[in-house]
């Protein structure tokens, strides 16, 4: 008994030695915060995230709570995710990514989206990107998660072909779910349409891929893909879309 509370008194004092070590090591001048790194795939105000993380220049980067800072950096709007590491020494990284846009929608007027679902606001530098159109998502708000079954078959269509075919995917130019068991998606630079059912399968993206690199995905015409290996090909009727 009497060298049990013998390990445990040594053990005790370890531990509290350690600690008061561990605090006189994080408050050397050595490891004030300096400079906060920001990566980003957009802009933001290294003013501004400083203030809205609560890390604090001249405090030990040991002291900083790293996990409030990207938890209160992470819920602004556009961010989609965010990571907050400690340097060697008296730096710490902030990693932000930022909901860019990959599709164009009709809310109440035209929205961006990202590929997470978040709707975005366009301006004159919002590249020329796919537009789901026949019909409109009146629930669109900027910086919002949209959830419609529609929004989910567009995205899941376009990270498909993006995963398969990037040269295809760049080739899309709308996908319209006017009705209600079918999408029709259009290819630059003829408006080539492709007839699937929504329900479409990873071998449906294969056979679009198939059409595009034997040259055939162009003039103004459609393919149907909704008959399993039977691929239906018809001319685009005058002043079709």
């Given at each position: 008994m009497l060298?049990?509370?013998?390990?445990l008194v040594v053990l005790i004092v370890a531990v509290g030695a350690g600690r008061f070590a561990f605090e006189k090591v994080a408050n050397l001048p050595l490891f004030?915060?300096?400079?906060?790194?920001?990566?980003?795939?957009?802009?933001?105000d290294p003013d501004t995230l400083v203030a809205l993380s609560g890390l604090e220049k001249g405090k030990s980067i040991f002291k900083q709570?790293?996990?409030?800072?990207?938890?209160?950096?992470?819920?602004?709007?556009?961010?989609?995710s965010c990571t907050v590491d400690r340097g060697v020494l008296s730096d710490i990284s902030v990693?932000?990514?930022f909901a860019e846009p990959s599709l164009l929608i009709n809310g109440d007027k035209v929205f961006g989206l990202s590929?997470?679902?978040?709707?975005?606001p366009v301006n004159d530098l919002t590249p020329d990107l796919p537009l789901v159109t026949g019909r409109k998502f009146k629930d669109a708000r900027s910086y919002e998660r949209i959830t419609d079954p529609d929004i989910a078959y567009a995205l899941d269509l376009y990270n498909a072909l993006n995963f398969r075919s990037p040269?295809?995917?760049?080739?899309?130019?709308?996908?319209?779910?006017?009705?209600?068991?079918?999408?029709?998606?259009y290819f630059s630079p003829d408006?080539?349409?492709?007839?699937?059912?929504?329900?479409?399968?990873?071998?449906?993206?294969?056979?679009?891929?198939?059409?595009?690199?034997?040259?055939?995905?162009?003039?103004?015409?459609?393919?149907?893909?909704?008959f399993g290996d039977i691929v239906v090909e018809s001319?685009?009727?005058r002043g079709t879309l």
């Open positions: 060298k049990f509370f013998i390990k004030a915060l300096e400079k906060v790194k920001i990566n980003s795939n957009g802009y933001f709570d790293i996990k409030f800072a990207a938890d209160m950096i992470a819920c602004q709007k556009g961010v989609v990693n932000v990514e590929k997470e679902g978040v709707v975005l040269a295809l995917c760049r080739m899309l130019s709308e996908m319209n779910f006017k009705e209600k068991k079918l999408i029709m998606i408006g080539t349409a492709v007839v699937l059912n929504k329900c479409y399968s990873e071998s449906d993206i294969y056979r679009l891929c198939t059409l595009k690199e034997s040259g055939m995905l162009t003039g103004r015409r459609i393919f149907d893909l909704r001319s685009m009727k």
